[in-house]
């Protein structure tokens, strides 16, 4: 499920490749939103239910603030012990909200609510759009992959390295403080990451010596 607040009127909406269901929508709305101006969101808080026969998550619950530019934040939850909601999101801003249906992680509508002033939550119209799909949706990310690989591409123009790297931050702030992963370790493989080139073909490719010298 994805809850997004925003002070703002309805935002841009362009095509990206859904790579996590949930934070996908948060970086959409959120993130790359002109106003953000590419900042990353300056505080990430998180809560964890473990299951009690394996020890990994259950049921998670985060919370995204972007307070440096745009003022607005995401609570974002997941379970494999809970069927998903429906509607499965809400994206909600002082001049109406968006309510994505179920499931997150290809939804066969959203529909637009308007409110008739900023702020007060009476919709006085609403603006519903419907899409079908073959199979679960994840061929789109192939053929984004297969276009850049066509292309001669390092990195796509629908969603880029700077959009992994976000949420690759945000699940493992997540993981550390609930905690899923050791604290010294998680600093160790930073460091090493940190040395990668992103700009060359081979920057995520480090040598097993390479890597005992971080």
């Known amino acids: 499920m994805v809850w997004v607040s925003l002070p703002r009127s309805l ?4 095509k ?11 970086v959409m709305t959120m993130y790359e939103h002109p106003d953000n101006k590419g900042e990353a969101p300056g505080h990430i808080a998180a809560s964890m239910l473990k299951t009690p026969i394996t020890g990994v998550d259950a049921t998670t619950t985060f919370v995204l603030t972007f307070n440096k530019t745009l ?6 939850s997941c379970s494999i012990a809970l069927p998903t909601p429906r509607p499965a999101g809400h994206v909600r801003f002082r001049n109406g909200n968006i309510v994505i249906q179920a499931p997150i992680y290809r939804p066969g509508a959203f529909t637009v609510e308007y409110f008739d002033k900023p702020g007060s939550g009476n919709v006085v119209n609403t603006e519903t759009k419907e899409f079908s799909y073959i199979g679960g949706g994840w061929h789109f990310q192939a053929d984004e992959v297969a276009r850049c690989i066509r292309d001669g591409k390092l990195e796509s123009s629908e969603w880029g390295h ?14 550390i403080w609930n905690p899923l992963i050791d604290r010294c370790r998680f600093d160790y493989t930073r460091r090493f990451v940190a040395k990668a080139d992103m700009s060359s073909q081979t920057g995520w490719s480090r040598s097993s010596d390479e890597l005992r010298n971080v």
């Open 11 to 14: 935002p841009y909406w362009r």
């Open 16 to 26: 990206v490749v859904d790579v996590m269901p949930s934070i996908t929508k948060a």
């Open 71 to 76: 003022q607005a934040q995401a609570v974002l």
């Open 162 to 175: 700077d959009n992994s790297l976000l949420v690759m931050k945000v699940f493992d702030e997540v993981r």
